[in-house]
């Protein structure tokens, strides 16, 4: 069986075919930061405007790349939630009524299930139960998943994702949109031990994470001091080894707590080396092992979205006539199948 | 609440300076404000709150949240734009305005539904959205003190006034 995936629920449009037996046989990304850079952000409107000019190409590029034509697609598979709004509903309507004119089935999919089960199209792939850390712009998680549908939450961020904390730090240190990745460079020039940030939340129990104080203190730190080039890196440094830091502190909790030894990290923020060397670290001395998709299915793809598509496909579970999107949308609501 | 945004207000203009030492005094501050919307003027507020990332915006909305009732999380709205807490007799909206480029884009975000007698709009960024919001009844600034924090609260309309009233030391 193949599946067309499309994934438009923020600034990334990806389309991808996935076969049960091939994996996956072609994928195409677009993504909108250029488009945004001048404003520092997605702009949700723009957003949707450009969803709608470049699906429909990439999904015929996907085609061509694949050497397919849609008589040979099984079914249809679209981001349904969360996301933004307005960039939800350009692949939903694309997705549902090309499904309807193909005759397929139509399959929505929950994007946060998307990135959890994207360490799936890579040749190791871990056996289920195993907690995963979900660590993007816009989320930061820990799951236990026991099988596909089976997720429980075990700690989220109370305020700022993670990796919304790294965009913003990043513009305080005087760093461009989406700045996380730039910061995590300056950094390499930074020097360990001149700044000490704190590890929120690691000194009392649960897995639940904050980061809107780090930024506070990197707010704080860069008003105290004299910002020439090395200090700047400096405190780049240390912001990043805290939030690494914290997430690994809390990875470890979570597979003790959960007594497993398989850790998946994806979203965007776990395409950053030093969380990967460090999460590598933690999991072999527990004995176990860290598992992660190749760089370009750690961000928004349609890759991952074909792939959870076809899971529900196979179980037979697949929309009506209708389509609807959810802009929030809890994982732990989803069905089991 | 008048959704005449563009009407200019005559209400008596007073400012008031607080200065709050850490994180947990402005949750508190964002406590009081709750309770006055609460136990004194019956009606939800307007408000802009203006400062530099890390100031403590969305701490001190977090106070309010909190002070009408909720229980769970206040979450930075940054990526959704805004943050709806329904809280039974009460709304609270947590924009954050930062990331649009055009004011325009609050149309397609239905942004007059938002404003309402028992509906509370907390404004981060305000000035991405000029001319389309409400007036605000009060606006915030937020500045650093080294690692405390100066603020500053001014009232614009007779609700602003009326809740500056309610507010002491």
């Avoid at chain 1, 389309?15 to 072609?26: S, T, V």
């Avoid at chain 1, 979900?134 to 989220?156: A, F, K, N, P, W």
């Avoid at chain 2, 009844?137 to 080294?146: A, F, L, M, R, S």
């Amino acid at each position: 069986m193949r599946i067309l995936g499309i994934e438009t629920s923020c600034d990334e449009t990806g389309i991808a075919i996935y076969d049960e037996k091939e994996g996956i046989l072609a994928h195409r990304l677009y993504s909108q930061i250029a488009v945004h850079a001048d404003y520092g952000g997605v702009v949700p409107e723009l957003a949707s405007r450009d969803h709608v000019r470049k699906t429909i190409p990439l999904i015929k590029e996907v085609l061509a790349d694949a050497k397919l034509t849609a008589k040979d697609l099984d079914g249809v598979a679209y981001t349904a939630g969360p996301g933004l709004v307005g960039a939800l509903l350009v692949g939903c309507s694309i997705g549902r009524s090309l499904a309807y004119g193909w005759n397929l089935p139509a399959v929505p999919v929950h994007h946060m299930e998307g990135h959890l089960l994207a360490p799936m199209l890579e040749d190791d792939v871990p056996d289920f139960p195993f907690v995963a850390l979900l660590v993007s712009g816009g989320h930061t998680m820990l799951v236990r998943v026991d099988g596909i549908g089976q997720y429980e939450l075990l700690g989220e961020s109370v305020d700022d994702a993670a990796g919304e904390a790294f965009d913003k730090t990043a513009k305080l240190l005087g760093l461009d949109y989406p700045g996380g990745p730039a910061l995590a460079k300056m950094a390499e020039t930074g020097k360990k031990g001149r700044f000490k940030f704190p590890r929120p939340m690691t000194d009392r129990p649960g897995l639940d994470f904050s980061f809107s104080g780090l930024k506070t203190f990197a707010a704080n730190t860069i008003h105290k001091e004299e910002m020439d080039k090395q200090t700047h890196a400096d405190v780049a440094y240390a912001f990043q080894e805290a939030v690494v830091d914290t997430l690994a502190i809390k990875c470890k909790r979570a597979l003790l707590q959960c007594e497993l030894k398989r850790l998946v990290i994806a979203g965007g923020v776990s395409a950053n080396t030093e969380l990967r060397a460090k999460l590598e670290q933690i999991t072999a001395k527990l004995g176990g092992k860290v598992y992660y998709p190749r760089p370009e299915f750690c961000t928004d793809n349609g890759a991952m979205i074909a792939y959870a598509g076809m899971q529900r496909l196979k179980a037979g579970v697949f929309a009506d006539l209708s389509f609807k999107a959810t802009p929030r949308w809890p994982l732990d609501t989803l069905a089991a199948i | 609440m008048n959704v005449d945004m563009n009407k200019p207000c005559s209400a008596p203009r007073t400012e008031k300076e607080f200065n709050l030492a850490d994180e947990s005094a402005t949750v508190t501050f964002g406590n009081k404000l709750a309770n006055i919307v609460k136990n004194e003027l019956n009606h939800g507020i307007v408000v802009y709150l203006n400062g530099d990332l890390g100031t403590g915006k969305t701490t001190l909305t977090r106070g309010f949240v909190q002070g009408l009732g909720h229980k769970g999380n206040v979450k930075s709205p940054t990526y959704t734009l805004v943050e709806p807490y329904d809280l039974g007799e009460w709304q609270v909206y947590h924009f954050d305005l930062y990331r649009l480029a055009d004011p325009e884009e609050l149309e397609y975000m239905g942004i007059r539904d938002y404003f309402g007698a028992q509906s509370n709009c907390f404004i981060e960024w305000p000035e991405k959205g000029a001319g389309l919001l409400a007036n605000a009844d009060v606006t915030i600034n937020i500045e650093y003190q080294g690692e405390q924090r100066k603020l500053t609260i001014s009232s614009h309309t007779t609700i602003g006034h009326k809740l500056l009233l309610g507010l002491t030391e």
